[in-house]
Structure formats: C-alpha cells, structure tokens
C-alpha cells in the first residue's frame, strides 16, 4: 500500500476515488510545523540556525501521517503545486525522517495542477523529489518575515504605546495606502469649464461636439477657468454660425484579447464584475479547484488558483481553439494559437494560468451542480479562457472637426464602431477607475468634409478636478503587482492583516487607512524609510526568486540584508564584523532612534496636516480649546497615542487621536462639555473617549482618577442632561433588598452594558430595561430566570451543515456573540473573516472544529488550577516573554493582557459593598 499526503480533506476524499484501495490518502490540514512565536527561532548569529516546532494541529497530523505510513511500502507527499506546497512537503519529510520507524521508508513528491483523474494518474506515474531549491526561497522568505517582525514590533511598542505590530510586507502595503490618503488630503480642486454644442447633420441625426479651439487658439484644460469666461466662449460659439464640416479621420484599430487570469487579475476582475473581495474570491476559487460531484465522479473545475503564469498547456489550447471554431465559427479563431508571456520578469512560468480542467465544460452544464457564487466565478474564468484564443476585435475610429463660419471656433467629437467583435462576443474586460472621457460606444452620422451642419444648442459646463480615487482591494493589489512587491500566495493575507489590525478599515469597497495606521506608517518611513521603500521590497523579492532559480544562496541573501538592517542606526566603527544576534539588533536599532520626545516631534511634524489640518477660518488649528494659550499636539500614553495641550499639567485638555472637523469644533464636541456642578462643587463633564461618550465628576487630583461612567448604548449624548449624568454618576445604585436572602440587589453599567448584582451573581439588563429607573420587581424578576447561554440568552439552535463522517456528530452553524461560529458536541470554533458564513463547508467547518480540538477546545476540559507560586513563575515567564508572530507576514503581536474573571469579580463585589454601606 502507498500513503498519499494532500492538503485538504476534501481534496484526499476526491484523490482516493481516483487511486483506489492499493492507496490511502491522508490530509496535512497545510502547514504541519511553524517558526514558534518566541524569541531564538531564528538565530542570525547561528548561521541562521531555525527552530521548528509541531503543535497542536500540526503534531495530531504528523501523527496520524506516520501511523498510516508504519505499514506502507511508500510515501507520495502531493501537497499545492506551488512554494508553500513544496514546503509544507519539505516539512512533512523532515518530521518523519526523524523517527525511526520510517527512516528508510521511500518518500516522494508528485504535483498536480488540476483534480482531475488523468493529471493524478500521470503525476502519481511520475514522482520526483523535493525541490530544495523552492524549499531554500521558502526558509530565507520565513526568516526574513521573522526577523523584521520580532525586531521592528518590540521597538515599535516601546517608542509608541498601543501599537500593534510590523510586518515586512503588510508595512509597505500600509504606505501605499497612507501616501494615497496624504494626497487626497492634500488637493485642492481646481475649477474648469467645457463648452459643448450639439449639431445636426444632413441626413437629421443629432451629435454633440466640444469646443477645443476658441479665437483661434488651441483650448488646454484650465483655459476657462470660471463661469464669465464660459459665457463669452458660450457667444463666440453662437456668433460663428453657419457650422461646417472641416476634417473628418478615419483609422482601423485592432483590440487585442487580455491573457487568462493569474491570482491577481482573477482577484481584481472579480472584485469589479462581481463585487466579490479578494479573500472571498480565492476561497471559493479553492472550492472550484477541490471539485464537485457531477455524474457520480467528483471533479476538480479549475486549474490550481494560485499562480503568476499566463501560459496554457498545449492540451487546453487544442480543445479552446476547437470549441471557438464549432460554437463561433471560423473567422474568430486566430490562424495560430495565442501564446502570452508575463511581463512581470519574476513569474513563475512553468506554471499554468487559471482556466477550467475541460473548457468543453460549459458554465451553463453545470450551473446545476453549483452555489450562485460558484457559479458565477466559473462562467467567468471560462469566458476569459476561452475569449483569450479568440481573434482580436477591430474598430474603426472616427474623429470629426466642425468650424465656425470665420474659422475661429473649433469643436470636435469622436467616436468608434465596431465592425468585428472578435473576442468582445464573449468577453470585456472591465476598468477600477473607468475615465468619464469614454467615447468608444458612441455613434456618429455619417459626415464628409465641407457638409454643413446645423447648431441646435450650446451649453457650458463646470468641472472641478478630482483627487486620486482610494484604492480598492483589486487596485492595491495590481498596484503591489507592478512594483513586484508580494507573491500570488500572499496578497489575501497581506490585506486580511491591514484589516485586523485595525491599520485600515473598508467603507463602500474602498481602504481608508485609520489613525492607527498613519502613526505606523510615519514612524516606519522616518526611522526605517530604507525597509518600506517599495524599490528596496521588490528587489529583495527578486532575491528570492533568485534563490528559487538556483542563482542565489539563501543564507548570503540573509547575511547581506540582517547585517545592513541591524546596524541601521549604528555606525562602521561600532560593529565588529559579525552578525549580531536579535537582541543585540533590538538595542542597536532603539538607541538609534533615541528618545520616545524625539519619536513625538517627529509624529507631530509629519502628521500636523492631517490631525490638524488648516479650515481657513483665520484660526491656529493647534490652539487648545480649554486654556486657550497651549497648543495641541500629539501625545504618548502606555493605552496608546491621544492629542493633549502642551501647557499640561496646567491645562489636562485632551481628546481622542482623531481628525477634527469645524462643525465639530463649533459644537463644542472637540473637549469636556460642562453639564454643571455636583453638590460638592465639583464640575460634572460629558466626554468622549477611545470607547464612546462617559460623564465624569471633576478632574484628577493627586494621582487619583475622577470617576466615570460610561453612557449606555441607547442613550444620545446629546439628551444628558446634570440630572441623567448625576444619576449616571450614582451607580452602582441600590435598587432594594432580594425578598428572600434580604442581600442588596445593585444596578450598575460594567464592562459589557447594563448589570444586576445579586450575591455574587449578576445578569444583564435587556435593552428595553434602564439601568437608571428598573425597580424591585423587574429586577428580582430577571435575577431569577435562567441564564442560557452567554448572557442569559437562550443560544440559538443553529443552521445544520452536515453529519461527522465517522461519529456521526451533527455539526451546526450558531451566530454568537462574538461573531460566527460552528459547534459539534462541546466543541465551538469561531469562523474566521475569510469564511462567508453562508457558505461555510462541511470540510471547513470540521477543520476548524479539529483545530479548536487541537489546541484544547471544548467544554469540560478544565486546567488544573496552579498552585501560588507557580503563578508568580509564570507571570514572570510572561513579562519577559516576547511578543508571537503571524506566520503569513512574520508580524509579531504584543502580548494580551487578559483580566480574570476573579479580578473582575472582586472589583464588582468591592463597588457593591461599597454602595450598600453608602445606602445604609
């Protein structure tokens, strides 16, 4: 028997139908090993020694693997035919090889760009071995991650508080979209005018045409600059009638068809044609490529989706060329076949583009078998495909000139028609940012030189420019593109990590970076401006596939970078020739920088025109609204950056780090609203936070914090009066005594809204209750209903996906709390952003359900508490612990600080007691 390795679970169940009983085919679940997210995985004074580790997931795999393998007579590692596949294979045989029991069992890797009967058949034929070439790009590519993100993020927490983290490529994704914002801010509309006239010709039909020459002169864009000017040329226009044809050109141009999809332009035209996001598209691309069943044998639909290569195989470009000639005719088939080269120079050529396994399959054939999505990203690689062999489409362009009686006033129109369509009968590839100025549908009579024509209306127009549009997923990702900066592989996570990170959000499809995101990317392109130059990102890509070409060492490429990166702020005669070790870097690069007031200057200098932007009222944007002398500027706190007056500890003005407009200045929103005073003296404020509006009673005295209250979600902060923020100020408040154990019943606002504390146990105040006016018995009412769930909310009974093939186990999709998630037995696992809930598979769900298993999941299994002493241990162990990685960017992420639910209790139980003395 021979044990066959793939990725997924889906793709073992369709293979082992195509091998038969002479083989078993296993899943790796992807990635079975991983650098571990602490400090020494990788050792650049070690020779760039790494460390791997097997958790979880990974080590029940390798187990399972191995199992299956004791018995066999041969292992076929058939995981993705791309560099992660060839790696995830590299680790597979190293985990193996170390035991044993299967150190002499014969291993090989087989590859397969489709799932389909005959390419496993002819791969499982053809075994080769691991290409360590690929193997070598795929190690210096997962150090160099690592490395920039467990030296860049740690400092990057120390010079500014709140941070998240940086990545090698995500941090020059980020300023592609903040220089983008920066030069949207900073344009400034001009205003222009057009002059068109519409005309009749001979035969009666109507045409516009623009003024393009006025007394003469040759009319360039801000020529008419304001409506006085556009009525004097509106006259001039009128004043030359009769009209006459001047010129007429005619020229025939030929449209070339665009060339099967890669990973980028599928992502971007399915994102313009069918709205679908990036991540979205590749996961349902995955399913395409897996298969579906049709007549009784599952099939995979397309070609391997993660790609850079535009070539056809020689079998796809046979049968394309065979179904244009049967289903279009003869004259939109090429007299030779296509053959389309990348002109990105570091694509991966041997590789096939996107196309369906059998373009004989046609969308409408199995639009049947599929989800709408589904179906719809297929009919759209099939047209492209097929539209790719296609003849080119040919038009003839026409460009006419009318002129004034007195030949001073010149307009033109254009416009084209097709007379073939060629490949346009099947497919048109569509535009991000389509330009307004598009005539090639517009049709024109049929005029010759000296025709006159008739002016029927002329009208002026006005138009201010425009700044550069956002960009949108699909044009980030053509814009990383044609820098060379990311491979097919990794454009989904790089811009599913701005997301999660908080470093941009999407409003109407378009990436809007947050303040988050500015301060980042400041503090990166003034301290590290060498690393997240595009020029610099690219070029260490080519070094890469240089390594994967067999033309470079990985080692050298690595040497050659750490040793210029670690001694960036350090001079010649410092350095003592050898590579230092990743704390040595740490503290070379932060002594660099110096001092956490010269990081502030430097924010607060790059960053004025954005937070405090010029709104032409004659007023100093930085001037404090509270003391009036300070100015405002960026601050630094350990909770992160806000924006404070410079005459503090005098003046305490502050406001969260955000834009401020003039009608927020105007009302008043951009400081402490002043509501009035308690009996005390003391000022009662309205603020506005990180987290939202809160009252707060006087200021901060002698390190001691004034309290606050936060406003509840349905309460408008502008109806808070002195009267509600008194009362908000009161709680938690005594609402009585429990009838039956004569305990104090609390109401009070905690950390998730609106609470009742009754001896120890506490429930949520619906939505429809206020905190501030439920009485006894509503509140003994709700005390003694059941809690169900989170929340005392009876759980939802949940959406079936499908049945465990082994156990059995009904498996459930539920909308929780905290998002989306899907349940077997005791076992709950969220759903990632990049899974449409909707759409959630039976394999994927039981993925992740494994996974959450993996790491210790599932309701019952409770850890030993540890006794005292090991707790100080560990805490210990945690302070010094460095921060984890992300294995798609090598981006290390500051360790949580997780509250307990016993501290949590103790200070709820603390305020209790202390309210109910107070009331007594």
């Given at each position: 028997m021979k044990v066959v390795v793939v990725?997924?679970?889906?793709?073992?169940?369709?293979?082992?139908?195509?091998?038969?009983?002479?083989?078993?085919?296993?899943?790796?679940?992807?990635?079975?090993?991983?650098?571990?997210?602490?400090?020494?995985?990788v050792r650049p004074d070690e020779d760039f020694a790494m460390t791997w580790d097997a958790e979880g997931r990974g080590a029940k795999q390798i187990k399972e693997i191995a199992s299956a393998a004791a018995g066999a007579d041969m292992l076929l590692l058939a995981t993705d035919p791309d560099r992660e596949g060839e790696a995830i294979s590299w680790h597979l045989r190293e985990e193996l090889r170390g035991k044993k029991s299967l150190a002499k069992l014969p291993m090989a890797r087989v590859a397969f760009n489709e799932i389909t009967k005959k390419a496993v058949l002819d791969a499982i034929a053809n075994p080769r071995e691991i290409d360590q070439e690929l193997v070598d790009a795929y190690l210096a590519?997962?150090?160099?991650?690592?490395?920039?993100?467990?030296?860049?993020?740690?400092?990057?927490?120390?010079?500014?508080?709140?941070?998240?983290?940086?990545?090698?490529?995500?941090?020059?994704?980020?300023?592609?979209?903040?220089?983008?914002?920066?030069?949207?801010?900073?344009?400034?509309?001009?205003?222009?005018?057009?002059?068109?006239?519409?005309?009749?010709?001979?035969?009666?039909?109507?045409?516009?045409?623009?003024?393009?020459?006025?007394?003469?002169?040759?009319?360039?864009?801000?020529?008419?600059?304001?409506?006085?000017?556009?009525?004097?040329?509106v006259a001039a226009v009128q004043a030359g009638a009769p009209f006459k044809v001047a010129a007429v050109e005619r020229k025939s141009v030929r449209r070339n068809p665009s060339p099967p999809f890669i990973t980028s332009t599928l992502q971007q035209e399915a994102s313009r044609k069918l709205g679908f996001g990036a991540a979205h598209t590749m996961k349902i691309a995955q399913r395409l490529y897996e298969g579906i069943e049709l007549d009784g044998e599952t099939?995979?639909?397309?070609?391997?989706?993660?790609?850079?290569?535009?070539?056809?195989?020689?079998?796809?470009?046979?049968?394309?060329?065979?179904?244009?000639?049967?289903?279009?005719?003869?004259?939109?088939?090429?007299?030779?076949?296509?053959?389309?080269?990348?002109?990105?120079?570091?694509?991966?050529?041997?590789?096939?583009?996107?196309?369906?396994?059998?373009?004989?399959?046609?969308?409408?054939?199995?639009?049947?078998?599929?989800?709408?999505?589904?179906?719809?990203?297929y009919d759209l690689i099939w047209k492209r495909t097929l539209a790719s062999q296609m003849e080119s489409a040919e038009l003839d362009q026409v460009a006419i000139d009318i002129v004034s009686a007195d030949g001073r006033q010149t307009l033109r129109t254009t416009g084209s028609i097709i007379t073939f369509d060629g490949f346009l009968t099947l497919y048109q590839e569509d535009h991000d940012d389509p330009t307004e100025d598009d005539d090639s549908a517009k049709r024109l009579p049929n005029l010759k030189q000296g025709d006159?024509?008739?002016?029927?209306?002329?009208?002026?127009?006005?138009?201010?420019?425009?700044?550069?549009?956002?960009?949108?997923?699909?044009?980030?990702?053509?814009?990383?593109?044609?820098?060379?900066?990311?491979?097919?592989?990794?454009?989904?996570?790089?811009?599913?990590?701005?997301?999660?990170?908080?470093?941009?959000?999407?409003?109407?499809?378009?990436?809007?970076?947050?303040?988050?995101?500015?301060?980042?990317?400041?503090?990166?392109?003034?301290?590290?401006?060498?690393?997240?130059?595009?020029?610099?990102?690219?070029?260490?890509?080519?070094?890469?596939?240089?390594?994967?070409?067999?033309?470079?060492?990985?080692?050298?490429?690595?040497?050659?970078?750490?040793?210029?990166?670690?001694?960036?702020?350090?001079?010649?005669?410092?350095?003592?020739?050898?590579?230092?070790?990743?704390?040595?870097?740490?503290?070379?690069?932060?002594?660099?920088?110096?001092?956490?007031?010269?990081?502030?200057?430097?924010?607060?200098?790059?960053?004025?025109?954005?937070?405090?932007?010029?709104?032409?009222?004659?007023?100093?944007?930085?001037?404090?609204?509270?003391?009036?002398?300070?100015?405002?500027?960026?601050?630094?706190?350990?909770?992160?950056?806000?924006?404070?007056?410079?005459?503090?500890?005098?003046?305490?003005?502050?406001?969260?780090?955000?834009?401020q407009t003039e009608e927020e200045i105007a009302a008043g929103s951009a400081g402490p609203v002043e509501l009035g005073k308690d009996p005390a003296g003391k000022s009662i404020t309205l603020r506005k936070g990180p987290y939202g509006f809160y009252v707060q009673l006087g200021e901060a005295e002698e390190g001691e914090k004034p309290k606050r209250v936060s406003l509840t979600r349905d309460l408008d902060p502008n109806a808070v009066s002195l009267e509600i923020a008194e009362k908000l100020l009161s709680l938690p408040r005594v609402v009585g005594h429990h009838p039956e154990t004569q305990k104090p019943i609390m109401a009070g606002i905690g950390r998730f809204g609106p609470y009742l504390n009754h001896d120890g146990k506490f429930k949520s105040i619906p939505k429809d209750d206020d905190v501030l006016s439920i009485g006894m018995n509503r509140a003994v009412e709700l005390l003694s209903q059941e809690s169900k769930g989170r929340g005392g909310r009876q759980a939802a009974p949940g959406k079936e996906i499908g049945k465990h093939p082994t156990s059995g186990d009904v498996v459930t999709l539920h909308e929780g709390r905290y998002g989306?998630?899907?349940?077997?037995?005791?076992?709950?696992?969220?759903?990632?952003?990049?899974?449409?809930?909707?759409?959630?598979?039976?394999?994927?769900?039981?993925?992740?359900?494994?996974?959450?298993?993996?790491?210790?999941?599932?309701?019952?299994?409770?850890?030993?508490?540890?006794?005292?002493?090991?707790?100080?241990?560990?805490?210990?162990?945690?302070?010094?612990?460095?921060?984890a990685a992300d294995a798609d960017d090598g981006e290390?992420?500051?360790?949580?600080?997780?509250?307990?639910?016993?501290?949590?209790?103790?200070?709820?139980?603390?305020?209790?007691?202390?309210?109910?003395?107070k009331a007594s």
């Open positions: 990725e997924s679970p889906a793709k073992a169940k369709t293979i082992n139908k195509y091998l038969g009983s002479d083989y078993k085919v296993l899943a790796s679940f992807g990635h079975v090993r991983d650098l571990p997210p602490k400090d020494g995985s590519r997962r150090a160099l991650d690592y490395l920039v993100g467990f030296t860049l993020s740690p400092i990057l927490w120390r010079k500014m508080p709140g941070s998240r983290s940086a990545g090698r490529v995500q941090s020059v994704a980020l300023r592609i979209v903040c220089e983008r914002e920066a030069e949207i801010e900073a344009f400034k509309a001009r205003e222009y005018w057009t002059i068109e006239a519409v005309f009749t010709g001979p035969d009666g039909q109507s045409f516009a045409a623009r003024l393009t020459h006025l007394n003469g002169k040759k009319l360039d864009k801000f020529d008419i600059a304001d409506e006085a000017a556009a009525k004097a040329a099939v995979g639909l397309i070609t391997y989706m993660r790609t850079d290569g535009v070539n056809l195989s020689q079998e796809a470009v046979v049968a394309g060329r065979k179904l244009i000639g049967e289903q279009y005719g003869q004259k939109y088939l090429p007299a030779s076949p296509r053959i389309y080269k990348s002109a990105a120079k570091n694509a991966q050529e041997a590789h096939e583009a996107i196309r369906p396994t059998d373009l004989f399959r046609r969308p409408e054939q199995v639009r049947k078998y599929l989800r709408d999505e589904e179906a719809k990203l006159a024509v008739t002016s029927q209306d002329v009208k002026p127009e006005q138009h201010f420019t425009q700044p550069p549009p956002r960009y949108s997923e699909a044009s980030l990702i053509k814009r990383l593109e044609e820098l060379g900066i990311g491979r097919p592989s990794t454009y989904t996570s790089i811009l599913q990590t701005l997301e999660d990170r908080a470093y941009v959000k999407i409003e109407k499809k378009r990436l809007i970076p947050e303040d988050r995101g500015r301060l980042v990317t400041t503090f990166l392109t003034n301290f590290f401006d060498r690393y997240v130059q595009y020029g610099f990102t690219a070029d260490l890509e080519t070094k890469l596939d240089d390594i994967s070409g067999g033309r470079a060492r990985w080692k050298d490429v690595l040497a050659e970078f750490w040793n210029d990166f670690a001694h960036l702020h350090q001079d010649e005669s410092e350095s003592d020739g050898k590579l230092p070790s990743m704390q040595e870097a740490v503290a070379f690069l932060d002594k660099g920088i110096g001092t956490r007031s010269v990081v502030i200057d430097v924010l607060n200098d790059s960053l004025a025109p954005h937070f405090f932007p010029d709104l032409g009222n004659g007023k100093s944007p930085r001037a404090c609204p509270a003391c009036g002398s300070g100015e405002l500027g960026i601050k630094l706190a350990k909770n992160g950056a806000f924006i404070g007056c410079n005459n503090y500890p005098e003046c305490k003005y502050t406001k969260p780090l955000a834009v989306p998630y899907v349940k077997m037995g005791a076992i709950n696992a969220t759903l990632p952003k990049s899974i449409e809930p909707g759409a959630v598979t039976l394999d994927e769900a039981l993925q992740l359900i494994a996974a959450r298993e993996a790491a210790g999941g599932g309701k019952g299994k409770k850890k030993a508490a540890p006794k005292a002493a090991a707790k100080k241990t560990a805490a210990k162990k945690t302070a010094k612990k460095p921060a290390a992420k500051p360790a949580k600080k997780v509250a307990t639910k016993t501290a949590a209790k103790k200070t709820a139980k603390k305020a209790v007691k202390k309210a109910a003395k």
